[in-house]
């Protein structure tokens, strides 16, 4: 559509790209047109002296200096849009797709959908910079040639507008079907990338059950799916090919036939020129109308790509007031507005989208500085959003949570989620070394680092490695729990007043465990600590336990007094103890 065409000229460089490119081939296309031309009338003339043809040769060489310049310059506009549009499009894309909600967009898009705009079409709106400036050039050029036929045919116009319309209707009964099959081909490719990617993450548990059979026949299904598609798409631009071919002979036939009916008119270099510019014509009729259809794919894939970049983001990552509550004594190392680290719940609600129930209710709790806070309950009843909430990856539906006194709705994402930390239940590593993975800012030092994994208990790990040591993609040649005491490291070295536990130990042993649990401890006695944990075990000997139920809260006291209450904590209690 039109307003995609203009969106891919605001990302090149506007009105003004799109007027370069116009120029350059209009000056080119004169510059041959005027030389095939000179030369056609020179070769026809008899009797030409050595000094004329001299002069005719310096001034026939001169003649193509200006379409040098123009081509030169077309394709030096042509790139440089080429190489603006990419960095627009690719930045646009990424940054958005990164700044978008959790759950109101990564929850729900399959990964598949996602890898598939950032390779196939991207890809293919990548080359539109390429595509527009070809396109622009045949035209011009299949303007030229019908403007030197109808020079010598005036008749030969009619019959060329009457075939530039019923080319035109071909293109558009094709273009109908070429639209909605490529729409086809792009949703059957997305999901071969989604079975692809979660057969490669799980492979080792495929091979556990012998399910590769099922998963080799789930892949040929998709890929069928996708070829069935992409058959029916190769079909219907050969049906294409095949017609506009018809029109274009039909019309070189017609001009065939006036050259040998009037060439006792005109002198065989005319005759020559017109047979040479038909031909050319009709390359250039067929040459543009398959690039105009190809242009129609590559928009398709634009505004896929461009859907993208209109994402709805998260709420601001800073505001002016961020600053100013960034105390100058503070360690520069990282940015923090928490001092104390109190905590409040007011009337709190949330639902992870519009069309879902809500997940907490009414929260109203009071976490006071350097307590240490153990959140247990059933599956699903709203522990981990809990913390979710805190980082405001989900915001508030009602109420407000207030971090020392201060409404975190009005803080900038980035000093809010800086100033907190969190242990996720699964660990991610990144490919790397162990430096990368735990100070990525690169903002500490090797004794400090280094001093961090012994009081996390990495210390036999580290015998023999250095912190150069390679990590592989997602952590593969280390164990799960080793993974994990990594993340507890990279966690604490940040030193922020608010820790946030989400199952941190689920994947360590009791022993490791008991020796992080002090360190952690020891460590942690001036912050403030909210851990979610399956195993009460964990957090027996927490300040206060919080209770969860159907997202509300169904008790909230000291271990000891919730024991002697005998309700649903006592009740988890006893079958932990079995």
Known sequence: SFNLFMTFIAYSGGIIYLIQLAFCNVIWQMSQIYREYYLAMWSSKKNITKYENNQKMIYFVLMTIPGIIAVYYRQYYMVKGFIKYNIKMHDSLIKNLINAPINLFHDIIPRGNILNRLSKELTNSNVLSLAVSGTLRVMFQLGGAIIVCTMFNIWTLPLIIFLIFVELYITKFCFYATQDIHKLVSNYRAPIFGVFGETLSGLPIIRAFNYEKNFTNKFYKKMNNYLKANIYQKGIIGWYGVHLDIVSFTLLSFILAFAYFMKETYSPQSIGLLLAYSIKMIFFMYDAFKRFSFLTELLISLERCDNYTKIKQEQFRETEEDKQLISKEQNQKFKSFISKGKINFENYSVRYRPDTPLALK???????????IGVVGQTGNGKSTLLLCLLRILEASEGKIY??????????????????????????????????????????????????????????FMIGKSLDYKIEENGSNISVGEKQLICVARALLKKTKIIL??????????????????????????????????????????????????????????????????????????????
Do not use: W
Not at 436 to 443: E, F, G, M, R
């Open 362 to 372: 009414n929260i109203t709790l009071e976490i006071k500085p350097g307590e240490k």
């Open 403 to 460: 971090i020392d006194d201060i409404d975190i709705s009005q803080l900038g994402l980035e000093l809010l989620r800086h100033s907190l930390t969190i242990i996720p239940q699964e660990p991610i590593l990144l490919e790397g070394n162990i430096r990368d993975n735990i100070d990525p800012s690169k903002l500490y030092t090797d004794k400090e680092i280094l001093y961090l994994l012994k009081e996390v208990g990495l210390e036999d």
């Open 501 to 578: 536990m989400d199952e941190a130990t689920a994947n360590i042993d009791y022993k490791t465990e008991a020796i992080l649990k002090k360190n952690i401890y020891d460590d942690t006695k001036d912050c403030t600590v909210i851990t979610i944990a399956h195993r009460i075990k964990t957090v027996i000997n927490y300040d206060k336990i919080l209770v969860l139920k159907d997202g509300e809260i169904e008790e909230f006291d000291t271990p000891e007094n919730l024991i002697k209450n005998k309700k649903l904590f006592y009740q988890l209690y006893k079958e932990s103890l079995s």
